[in-house]
T-cell receptor
């Protein structure tokens, strides 16, 4: 039973346009959410996070939105660049519950075309 | 500065053999994690160390898997009597403290033939 779901295995966008990556979760105890980016043959790299007390967090071209009632979060990349092409993982944890585990989705492969 | 280092980067072993995978975390990071990533899946939690002790080993799939961190720095993941289903990329991560973002190494790709 997947607690974190990324339903789009892949996404292709044009350079300069917006990329929107989506993530849904089922565990209402999750209170901290992160996005990681992964290039081939490398480990995941932390991108941006959001606590459940917020509904938006922005860092440069990256913005994460959280909709707790819908148990949905999204990552917006504006403008998209070819170097953003990678696999993006959504992850969640129960910080208040004392858990240190991150539960990951299966990832979405983003391709940004020049 | 140096990131999380994992050795070997690739390991091929025969079914039934014993393997050890090593992780050297970022200096000063007290928290250390092992994850496993199978093909087409996201990383899956195995075990978490805070200092020398395993604070949460609930993700270890069975008693063939064991991990140690004797001096609170380098960690070794040990797999006994390997099975073909153990084939995956084993990722190690460290963080400065609880609830800090994880810094991952490049992983060890284990292939059991």
């Amino acid at each position: 039973d997947q607690q974190v779901k990324q339903n789009s295995p892949s996404l292709s966008v044009q350079e300069g346009r917006i990329s929107i990556l989506n993530c849904d979760y089922t565990n209402s105890m999750f209170d901290y959410f992160l996005w990681y980016k992964k290039y081939p043959a490398e480990g995941p790299t932390f991108l941006i996070s959001i606590s459940s007390i917020k509904d938006k967090n922005e860092d440069g071209r990256f913005t994460v939105f959280l909709n707790k009632s819908a148990k949905h979060l999204s990552l917006h990349i504006v403008p998209s660049q070819p170097g953003d092409s990678a696999v993006y993982f959504c992850a969640a944890s129960e910080v208040q519950g004392g858990s240190e585990k991150l539960v990951f989705g299966k990832g979405t492969k983003l391709t940004v075309n020049p | 500065g140096a990131g999380v280092s994992q050795t070997p980067s690739n390991k091929v072993t025969e079914k039934g053999k014993y393997v050890e995978l090593r992780c050297d975390p970022i200096s000063g990071h007290t928290a250390l994690y092992w994850y496993r990533q199978s093909l087409g899946q996201g990383p899956e939690f195995l075990i978490y160390f805070q200092g020398t002790g395993a604070a949460d080993d609930s993700g270890l799939p069975n008693d063939r898997f064991f991990a140690v961190r004797p001096e609170g720095s380098v960690s070794t993941l040990k797999i006994q009597r390997t099975e073909r289903g153990d084939s995956a990329v084993y990722l190690c991560a460290s963080s400065l403290s609880r609830n800090s973002p994880l810094h991952f190494g490049n992983g060890t790709r284990l292939t059991v033939t």
